[in-house]
């Protein structure tokens, strides 16, 4: 019992010490606790002084840079002021000239902005506002540029359709030139430079805008080459430019690491002055009338295919024509003859021709028979993409020249080869109809030729386009089907004249134009009908072998009248 008893208060003593024990660690982890918070909560009334002082340090920093900012700002634009006095009250052979001339009621805010980029130009590192600087190895264009929005662009790239891509932007030292909504430029040069004309040469192309809104001017038969000019999205909408525009100005040399040199003044749009292109109609809101003025292909005694297609189917500006030939009888030889008499004598007249699917050999004769008309063509080798994509060119040129009131004369061989290349183009409808054509295949052909028309506002855009028939395909007499009413004026060529090699192998019974009567004097009228009516019941080669011998026989139709008025009068 006592040994018992001994053992139960030792471990009572233990239990208790360890009572005692535990409370007084709490109390020390307490105290430590509580003296740490009291340090932090000391420590944080210094860290707000000290970052309560930084704080207002950099602010008073901030309105120091400001003052010494606005008051360059404010120094810099009275110096552009007087540098722009000088430079205008200088002789006309002086270094730096202003391409346009200034408009009296310029946007006066736009000096603010200029002075602006110019403050920030020569004093970069006090310049506050970083949003608002362009971004870096981008280079210039011309016309109010967006450097934040041509930036995006240039981040984008254009992606042709051979997988390659460009993008160019602009700097504030390079804004020397901008425009106002009235299209007129005014030039700002902040510092006077000297460039050759090397590193800024003087370019005139075609525009090809892309789906990014940017586009590039096209030199080489109006496709993608090494010598193409970017054009910025920001003038592109200043100067309400258009996909075909003819853009003439002056760019700049790529730089390292890009491939295609910017464009950076524009001088002039389809011959004329900028503010025009900004106020010109849209080509569809034009009224199409029919043609009244008539283009006399008559150029010599000897061109007897010119002369009788004055009288048998004239054609007026604006004329939509149609040349329907089987092959072999002389097509091109007659669209050679027709682009020559134009040449000579209407050279006012712009003059296109276009070669889709032809031979290589057809087309360098074409060029060397032409004096200064263009020759835009797409050979048989090609893809057809290629082909549509050189009619789609020149269609919009021909679209853009109309809008500025301007005579366009179209030469197509052949609106069938095209129509082909459309049907393996265009995506599929599940419909097809005879010899294999997709219905979608005619539209973008249609859009080519129904472009032609005589414009009542002023302009006319005329397209004489040739139909393949008796080939031996299904698909080409569908297609001439399609397009056969849809043309004014109609020539058809006979292979059996040709065959006896009488040229040109006219149709006279089949040919002709509707109405005729507003592009042919009265007795070239009466002469036409009196040959119509006598030569009603003979064959079409008796017909046109003795109109052919009879014009041979005479200087000019003008003779050529006076004999048939004489022969069927008596």
Do not use: C
Not at 165 to 184: F, K, P, Q, S, V
Not at 189 to 209: A, K, M
Not at 349 to 359: A, M, S
Not at 510 to 531: D, F, H, N, P
């Amino acid at each position: 019992m006592p040994a018992e008893k001994k053992a139960v208060t030792a471990e009572n003593s233990t239990a208790a010490e360890a009572a005692e024990k535990k409370p007084t660690r709490r109390r020390t982890s307490r105290r430590t606790a509580e003296h740490s918070e009291a340090g932090e909560a000391e420590k944080k009334p210094a860290r707000r002084r000290s970052s309560r002082t930084a704080a207002s340090s950099r602010k008073e920093s901030r309105r120091t840079s400001s003052g010494h900012t606005a008051a360059s700002r404010t120094s810099s634009t009275r110096t552009s002021v007087r540098k722009k006095t000088v430079r205008h009250s200088e002789a006309p052979g002086s270094a730096v000239e202003p391409a346009f001339q200034v408009p009296e009621n310029g946007d006066a805010g736009f000096d603010s902005e200029f002075a602006a980029s110019f403050a920030r130009e020569d004093h970069p590192e006090t310049d506050m506002q970083p949003e608002m600087a362009a971004p870096e190895g981008i280079d210039g264009a011309a016309g109010n540029h967006d450097a934040a929005e041509d930036h995006e662009t240039a981040e984008d790239h254009e992606t042709t359709g051979h997988g390659e891509t460009a993008g160019h932007g602009e700097t504030a030292g390079d804004r020397e030139m901008t425009g106002n909504d009235d299209g007129a430029v005014r030039e700002h040069t902040p510092r006077e430079r000297h460039y050759s004309p090397e590193e800024r040469p003087e370019v005139t192309g075609i525009l090809d805008i892309a789906d990014g809104g940017f586009g590039f001017l096209r030199f080489d038969n109006f496709l993608t080459s090494d010598k193409d000019v970017y054009v910025s999205p920001t003038q592109i909408r200043r100067f309400n430019l258009k996909k075909g525009d003819e853009i003439k100005g002056i760019s700049r040399k790529p730089r390292v690491g890009e491939r295609f040199g910017a464009l950076l003044y524009v001088e002039t749009v389809n011959g004329d002055d900028p503010g025009t292109a900004i106020r010109r109609p849209q080509f569809e809101d034009l009224t199409p009338i029919f043609p009244k003025e008539r283009i006399t292909l008559e150029n010599g005694s000897f061109n007897l295919s010119s002369r009788l297609i004055d009288l048998i189917a004239p054609i007026g500006k604006g004329q939509r024509g149609m040349i329907v030939a089987p092959p072999k009888a002389g097509k091109t030889t007659l669209l050679k003859n027709i682009a020559a008499g134009i040449e000579e004598n209407y050279p006012d007249v712009h003059l296109i021709v276009l070669l889709v699917d032809e031979r290589p050999e057809e087309v360098t004769d074409m060029k060397r028979t032409l004096r200064t008309g263009e020759v835009i063509y797409s050979t048989f080798d090609e893809l057809p993409q290629h082909h549509v994509k050189v009619a789609e060119m020149v269609l919009a040129r021909a679209k853009r020249l109309a809008e500025h009131r301007k005579d366009v004369v179209i030469l197509l061989d052949s609106l069938t080869r095209l129509t082909r290349a459309y049907n393996l183009v265009v995506p599929a409808s599940g419909r097809t109809l005879s010899g294999g054509i997709d219905p979608g295949a005619f539209y973008g052909p249609k859009r080519l030729f129904g472009a032609a028309r005589n414009i009542e506002e002023g302009g006319s855009v005329t397209i004489l386009a040739t139909a393949l028939v008796d080939t031996g395909s299904r698909m080409d007499d569908v297609i001439f089907e399609e397009f056969k009413g849809t043309g004014n004026m109609e020539l058809h060529l006979d292979r059996k004249l040709s065959e006896k090699r009488i040229f040109p192998a006219i149709d006279i019974y089949k040919s002709g134009t509707r109405r005729e009567e507003l592009l042919l004097s009265q007795s070239e009228l009466e002469a036409v009908w009196l040959i119509r009516r006598a030569m009603a019941n003979r064959p079409t080669q008796e017909v046109t072998e003795d109109i052919i011998d009879n014009l041979a026989h005479t200087r000019s139709n003008r003779d050529f009248v006076e004999i048939i008025k004489k022969i069927f009068n008596d």
